[in-house]
């Protein structure tokens, strides 16, 4: 069966991991990407894993495998007559053209709308910002810990006040969430296309990404005149299974059962204190806001007295939603984890495998299968023949530093 883009080409020419990732899915998708690098210098994320900043992996550079995977690797110098020939002929036959290139780069390497539609009225052109591209900071570049993270309101919402240094992100945390968003606009975009015959530009920013995710805080924040959306310590929780709880062996669970008087009961027979039910403290949701903090305290000392192990056996049919917070080294061994082929193991070549994230959308029931990103310019030459180029000219270009 084929997946859901077969047939569909993409021209990428973008670095780092936020707009790459959204070809790495388009890719995961059934798309053809052709991943564009300079044949020297290639994608900068290349040097991360050689730079310090991320440790020896083995060999696996998963800073470039994560948002590659699946593509094909062409080194093109663009700034070459012959080089932007070339990507010329291939954006002739593309359906979506996908960058990350500040303004001044696009104008310079003539990559922009009207430069690439020149060429190929009908293609789709999809870009990726730190800001978006309008405003006073459109010429500017980001990255997600500076323009989705601090910029985006999400790492002050998550630092508390007594804090002495901001609570950061995660590598690639809105990277990749911005890349998944971009992804599914270029996917509107197709269908729009094939309805109406007429191309988008498709703009995704890492700004606008993080004030999506931060959209209660925000719009109530609005309502609210200017007032932060409501925050209370866990032990004053406004309803006490909402909230999280630590276990006999320092591990953190958390209850996220939104409507109290329904979950209740059941989950004090769980718990084994059936008492509860009847505390006249805690009858029924309004009763255990007022003594919320009794509540808590009563729970707490309830899930100090067992393990982590022992409440999953607990609480495995109670009726309310909870769950462990694991760390991302449990997360493969995670029964629903290996249930679903959220992770993928891919060949290295070599005979041996290394594990990739799946992307979250899967259709008809079945992950993707993965394959590696490519070398620097890995399909340079395969590309470079179905083009019609000859080997003496490939040759050449080699020669004059075109392509690599």
Known sequence: MSRALEGVRIVEVAQWWFVPAAGAVLADWGAEVIKIEHPVTGDPQRGLVTSGLVPDTGGVNFMIEQPNRGKRGLGLDLGKTAGRELLDQLVEKADVFLTNFLPAARKRLRLDVEDIRRVNPKIIYARGHGHGDRGPDREKGGYDAASFWCRGGIGQALTRDDAIAPTMQRAAFGDSTGGMSLAGGIAAALFRRERTGEPSVVDTSLLGTAMWLMAPDIVAGKLL?????????????????????????????????????????????????????????????????????????????????????????????????????????????????????????????????????????????????LVRAPEHGQHTEEILLELGSTWEQIAAWKEDGVVS
């Not at 255990?288 to 309830?302: D, P």
């Not at 982590?308 to 997360?331: F, H, Y």
């Not at 249930?339 to 992950?367: C, H, I, S, W």
């Open 225 to 369: 005149g200017g007032s932060p959306f409501p925050a209370f310590d866990r032990k004053q929780a406004p309803n006490p299974i909402v909230n999280s709880y630590r276990t006999k062996d320092g591990r953190w669970l958390f209850l996220n059962m939104l409507q109290p008087d329904r979950f209740w009961a059941d989950l004090c027979r769980h718990l084994e204190r059936e008492d509860l039910i009847e505390d006249e403290r805690f009858r029924d949701g309004m009763t255990r806001f007022q003594n919320r903090a009794a509540c808590v305290a009563e729970l707490e000392g309830v899930f100090a007295k067992r393990t982590l192990a022992e409440w999953r056996e607990k609480l495995a049919d109670v009726e309310g939603v909870w769950a462990a917070m694991q760390s991302a080294l449990e997360l493969p061994d995670d029964p629903q984890v290996q249930a679903n082929g959220y992770l993928a193991e891919v060949d290295r070549g070599d005979g041996q495998t290394f594990t990739l994230v799946a992307n979250p959308v899967q259709f008809d029931q079945k992950p993707d299968a």
